[in-house]
């Protein structure tokens, strides 16, 4: 036989259900105004005002330091304005901090491929992988890397043995597939 709960057992379940309302409500304003924060740091990027980008994400790190995303975007806009070197610091750091995230090790490789040191690119990119076997952004970049890697690999090859006809075929694939012809503007 069932019995009818107490009034007082009903007052404790709408309490807790109120309660947890209340704590949805308290969780969700915060989200609102992160998402407000990073979309006007994106948004400013976009417009290329990187120095007020630069200065919002500075603002908004300085209350929360350890963002992960806001320190990522922070990290892009210092190598869209060409400042490899705090660049790369933030992204090594959100390595060491997030080492689950991809797209740190993505941007690292990015820089390290830009300064020439493409052993330490692919390392990165491999680190990129292993933390998201499905991040075709790495993948990609992954390929880039490894025909330069291949290109350089073919042009000591030839140098040491410059009679051989088919190096010279490869670095020309490799260089077409690196560095594609433009195709004509099409008229109107």
């Known amino acids: 036989m069932h019995t009818l709960p107490s009034p007082l057992n009903i007052l ?23 998402a407000n924060d990073y979309t006007e740091v994106n948004r ?15 603002a908004y790190l300085a209350g929360k ?39 740190p090790y993505n941007n690292l490789a990015v820089l390290y491929a830009g300064q020439g040191d493409l052993d330490k690119a692919r390392n990165a990119l491999e680190m990129a ?13 992954l390929g880039d890397v490894l025909l330069q890697l291949a290109s350089q690999s073919y042009t000591k090859g030839l140098q040491f043995e410059p009679r051989n006809v088919s190096i010279p075929n490869k670095l020309a694939l490799i260089r077409n597939l690196l560095n594609p012809p433009t195709s004509p503007t099409a008229k109107p």
């Open 129 to 141: 992988i292993r933390t998201n076997p499905s991040y075709a952004a790495a993948h990609e970049n």
């Open 44 to 58: 400013l990027v976009t417009a290329r005002k990187l120095g007020e980008a630069l200065a919002k994400a500075d």
């Open 12 to 34: 404790q379940k709408m309490a807790a259900l109120l309660m947890l309302c209340a704590l949805l409500l308290v969780t969700a304003m915060p989200t609102r105004a992160l």
């Open 65 to 103: 330091p350890r963002d992960p995303q806001m320190r990522f975007i922070k990290g892009v806009i210092h190598g869209d304005m060409g400042q490899s070197a705090e660049a790369m610091t933030i992204f090594r750091q959100l390595n060491q901090d997030y080492p689950e995230l991809p797209e």
